[in-house]
């Protein structure tokens, strides 16, 4: 059975910092491309940031661009999130999303065939 399990999650304080973990259970992370995606109150779930199945191509969205790193241990077939100097818009529940390995990056939920079931992140002031 095919599953991604996100933690890391929880309460910092604005410049804090706070690393996510996406661990996967029945395919091997690095036959994939994986993406973060982030949900805040009353808006549309975004991308943050993805990373490609041979790791050569990374996305991060402008928002976060310079403060979160994504990265990979395909030895524990986890992928992280590295998120610093967070901010009070960082507040959302954050998924992981695992898409066929392509060694293209992907933008777009309908991409992605297994999600994660989110780990919240509380930012505050």
């Known amino acids: 059975e095919v599953q991604l399990q996100a933690s890391g999650g929880g309460l910092v304080q604005a410049g804090g910092s706070l690393r996510l973990s996406c661990a996967a259970s029945?395919?091997?992370?690095?036959?994939?491309?994986i993406g973060w995606f982030r949900q805040a109150p009353g808006k549309e779930r975004e991308e943050v940031s993805c990373?490609?199945?041979?790791?050569?191509?990374?996305y991060y969205s402008d928002s976060v661009k310079g403060r979160f790193t994504i990265s990979r241990d395909n030895a524990k077939n986890t992928i992280y999130l590295q998120m610093n100097n967070l901010k009070l818009e960082d507040t959302a529940i954050y998924y992981c999303?695992?898409?066929?390995?392509?060694?293209?990056?992907?933008?777009?939920?309908?991409?992605?065939?297994?999600w994660g079931q989110g780990t919240q992140v509380t930012v505050s002031s």
């Open positions: 029945g395919f091997n992370v690095d036959e994939h491309t």
């Open positions: 999303a695992a898409g066929p390995g392509d060694y293209n990056i992907k933008y777009y939920e309908y991409e992605y065939d297994y």
């Open positions: 990373i490609s199945n041979d790791e050569g191509l990374t």
